[in-house]
């Protein structure tokens, strides 16, 4: 596609339960990265993927987090029994490789209430 | 690891210049600075690499002191559309794991 796609563009969700959340990277982009970013602040690192290897997932804070990307192309990440804290913004980004130019989606607002 | 961002916000007069800095308690790898301007996505501006060049951006350029563990990003004769929050993300050599600041607001008026 013309850029990283994230759906849905806002998702409000009761506490305890489970959701996914959608990411659609640039064509032919290898790299994929999945970031949350609080108001005012920058993007926390969640977790990244070269094709379909999660090749780092130390940034997710808990076990209620996954994310996959199994045909190495779209990427979902999954809360599992979400909590308000988990309120956020939720932004995907893709690159051709390791290192090079990422692009940023236009992210998902999650809320929890 | 998160790497500390100086000033927190600035204010210039059209055509002013500023200086924003990134500084990191790790080694780096790589430095990679982005703006974001309120209610969008953070947008590339550039990516310093170890052992590389400095890099430009327009009228925006950039530094990486390997020694220090630091980058600056250096704003000349600033425009309106400079406004926004500038963010510096951090690699380390053993991953690729960008790191981001807090960010630097910067606002330039008329």
Known sequence: GAGVSQSPRYKVTKRGQD????????????????????LGQGPEF????????????????NDRFSAERPEGSISTLTIQRTE????????????????????FGQGTRLTVV | QQPVQSPQAVILREG????????????????????QKHGEAPVF??????????MRHEK?????????????????????SYSGTY?????????YALNF???????VTP
């Open chain 2, 60 to 80: 925006i350029s950039a530094s990486f002191n390997e020694k220090k563990q630091q980058s600056s990003l250096y704003l000349t004769a600033s425009q309106l």
């Open chain 1, 46 to 61: 969640l977790t990244y993927f070269n094709y379909e290897a999660q090749q780092d997932k130390s940034g997710l804070p």
């Open chain 1, 19 to 38: 959701v996914a959340l959608r990411c659609d990277p640039i064509s032919g982009h290898v790299s994929l990265y999945w970031y949350r970013q609080a």
């Open chain 2, 45 to 54: 501006l550039m990516i310093l690499l170890k052992g590389g060049e400095q």
């Open chain 2, 16 to 35: 002013e210049d500023a200086v924003i800095n990134c500084s990191s308690s790790k080694a780096l790898y790589s430095v990679h600075w982005y703006r």
């Open chain 1, 84 to 103: 308000q804290r988990d309120s956020a913004m939720y932004r995907c980004a893709s690159s051709r490789q390791e290192n090079t130019e990422a692009f």
């Open chain 2, 87 to 95: 963010f510096c993300g951090t690699g380390i050599p053993t991953g």
């Open chain 2, 101 to 107: 600041g807090k960010g630097t607001s910067l606002l």
